[in-house]
């Protein structure tokens, strides 16, 4: 299992936006926070990516959609959708600011 966190480290894409322009854009930290998951650095992957739980809870809903729909289907979705927009946009605001690492 390490060997494979080692070389899943290796093949981690470069944010394009940061070697272009020298900014972070709003999803940088993701695959670093996706790894830090899988390591089972819980905490760490929160502080590098904050919108890494919303995004998961997100996705099992989707996936989940696709085998049972449920009355509040659609509302849910866009409850969702927009709570991680919220969480994205903010953290990204705070760190752009140098109030969040």
Known sequence: MATFLLVLEDF??????KKLFGIDCPGCGLQRSVGLLIKGDFTAA????????SIIVLLLFLISGI???TKYDN???IFLIVSNAVIIAGSYIL???HLIH
């Open 75 to 77: 509302f849910i979705k």
């Open 12 to 17: 981690m894409l470069p944010c394009l936006n």
């Open 95 to 97: 760190k752009m600011n």
């Open 67 to 69: 085998f049972v729909k």
């Open 46 to 53: 929160f502080h590098m990516y904050p919108a890494i739980y």
